[in-house]
């Protein structure tokens, strides 16, 4: 089974070297590098070119591919992601890294993956910032279902990142395009500002598969860069961020919600009374308070004192258990 990592690029300079070492030191064949470079005037390529040019010898495949113009970040993603000639295949974030595990860890639940016909695996995590490491989501390992591995992600049980999952190649494309261009009431360009995007692409691969393979292991490293998208959002569109990524599992919910998939719609529920908790601090000019609005935010409240992991570091066997209590249909 052949593994493709894609790198976008845009003026990656200071952290890309680190990065693609991470990449070029996994041991898994076949593996296949593609980096995806836009308009990038720092140096980026200069670095990318002499890694690659280095990684000759170690048998992996590599391929550098480049444009002048900047389309966005989700879709400079979406170039390598239909370049890529892998089976299965995953992003890499030109800031954070991989650890030397990390490939053939993930080739393996690829392939038992593939036997059972899941579309998605999943690994933990952990954060480093400027202060050092933080190891902040759940060591759940085993097979998930959709509802369970989506709502951990709703919950932060499990890293948001999609550099955390390998996904088969064939499905990954189809489930994409659906999390470029997002509609939504607040306006907000989901394809500039991708806050969210990938919960929906998770959700669905998770789905498509019928469960997703998660790892205890700590796989990847997110680091916390100066560029960092999710650094910048929390730091300055923090109620805009939780909004976004809101939005996009309400939308994908609904969509189980119609398809009568058990628990979808009391995630729905959940979903909504974030976003009401998120509109109201917003404060936005199309905002009207309601009692019905107010009532559903106090709702959000409750709903992280019950399901944050962050505040209850709750078992994965009570948390699938609260799940069958609170939101599956009995």
């Known amino acids: 089974m052949k593994l493709s990592l894609l790198t976008p690029t845009f003026n990656s300079v200071g952290t890309i070297e680190r990065t693609l070492r991470s990449v070029l030191a996994q041991h898994w064949r076949p593996l296949e590098i593609v980096v995806y470079d836009e308009a990038s005037r720092d140096g980026t390529r200069e670095i990318v070119d002499r890694l690659l040019s280095e990684a000759r010898e170690t048998g992996i495949e590599t391929r550098f591919l480049t444009a002048e113009t900047n389309s966005g970040p989700v879709r400079a993603w979406r170039v390598p992601l239909h370049a890529a000639t892998g089976d299965w295949c995953s992003f890499v974030w030109a800031d954070d890294v991989l650890e030397p595990g990390f490939s053939e860890a993930m080739a393996d639940g690829a392939i038992r993956a ?79 500002f991708p806050y969210g995007n990938d919960v929906g692409f998770l959700s669905e691969l998770a789905d498509a598969g019928s469960g997703v393979e998660i790892l205890g292991e700590k796989l990847v490293r997110l680091v916390a860069s100066s560029k960092s998208m999710t650094k910048d959002a ?39 009374r974030r976003l009401d908790l998120c509109e109201a601090i917003l404060a936005r000019p199309s905002y009207r308070a309601s009692p019905e609005s107010l009532l559903r935010s106090a709702g959000a409240v409750v709903d992280f004192l019950v399901w944050d992991w962050d505040r209850t570091r709750m078992p994965l066997d009570t948390y699938r258990r609260r799940i069958v209590k609170r939101l599956l249909p009995r």
Not at 136 to 150: H, M, N, Q, R, T
Not at 236 to 244: H, S
């Open 114 to 192: 593939r036997s059972a016909g899941r579309k998605l695996v999943f690994s933990g995590s952990v954060i480093e910032d400027a202060h050092g490491v933080i190891d902040k989501y759940a060591p759940d390992a085993g097979i998930l279902s959709p509802v369970e591995f989506s709502f951990g992600l709703y919950c932060r049980r499990y890293s948001v990142s999609q550099i955390n999952g390998v996904y088969e190649a064939t499905e990954a494309r189809r489930v994409f395009d659906r999390h470029i261009e997002i509609d939504n009431p607040l306006g907000y360009d989901f394809s500039c």
């Open 234 to 272: 929390l730091s300055n569109r923090l109620w805009q961020f939780r909004w976004q990524y809101t939005w996009n599992l309400f939308r994908v919910w609904s969509w189980w919600a119609d398809r009568g998939v058990p628990g979808a719609r009391r995630l729905k529920e959940l979903a909504r």
